[in-house]
């Protein structure tokens, strides 16, 4: 896209109206890696609960980064919000599937194993930030960071009582995946 425009397309992220920051979040998926100073728009589109449809875009958008987004996730690993935290680890996890893309036929042509996340050079350290968070104070970010371990057959020993942990969490989806 030849005209892209890093400010206007900030500004119609945060932009109350749906269609505009829609067709922003379709701006940013067709210009990567050239829109990877928006991935924190993104998240805060992706965490808004103004619209269900334009949060779940934005998902699929910081996804499709794919290895792009890994500092930037990384970076959001260390946040004081235990909610940042949380949503790192499942971007992470999303990262590289093609069904976090919008198009039926992305998702089931040309699949890449679940196993195989787009992480590339920062893999190593991926991995240890994860373990790291093992023994994070908030019991959903060590039940995101077992999953996600075990999801790459990294299982750590704690893996059973971390998973016994996510089943008592307040959270339906930790719930779910414990």
């Known amino acids: 896209m030849e005209d892209f425009n890093l400010d206007s397309v900030r500004q119609q992220l945060n932009s109350a109206d749906l269609q505009e920051c ?16 928006l991935l924190n728009d993104l998240y805060a ?24 987004a890994v500092p930037f996730l990384l970076q959001l690993l260390e946040s004081q919000d235990e909610n940042d935290r949380q949503n790192a680890i499942h971007l992470l996890l999303g990262l590289g599937h093609n069904r976090s893309s ?29 373990n790291d968070a093992l023994i994070d104070p908030d019991s959903n970010v060590r039940t995101m960071a077992a999953v996600t371990l075990d999801e790459i057959d990294e299982k750590p020993d704690s893996i059973v009582a971390l998973l016994v942990d996510g089943l008592n969490s307040d959270s339906i989806y930790i719930q779910n995946i414990s």
């Open 22 to 37: 829609y067709g922003a979040i379709r701006v940013a998926i067709d210009t990567i890696p050239a829109s990877a100073p």
């Open 45 to 68: 589109v992706y965490v808004s609960t103004e619209s269900a449809p334009c949060s779940s875009s934005a998902f699929a958008a910081i996804c499709r980064h794919k290895s792009v």
């Open 102 to 130: 919008y198009r039926l036929s992305d998702q089931l042509l040309d699949d890449r194993p679940d196993f195989l996340f787009d992480w590339c050079a920062k893999r190593a350290l991926v991995i240890q930030k994860l």
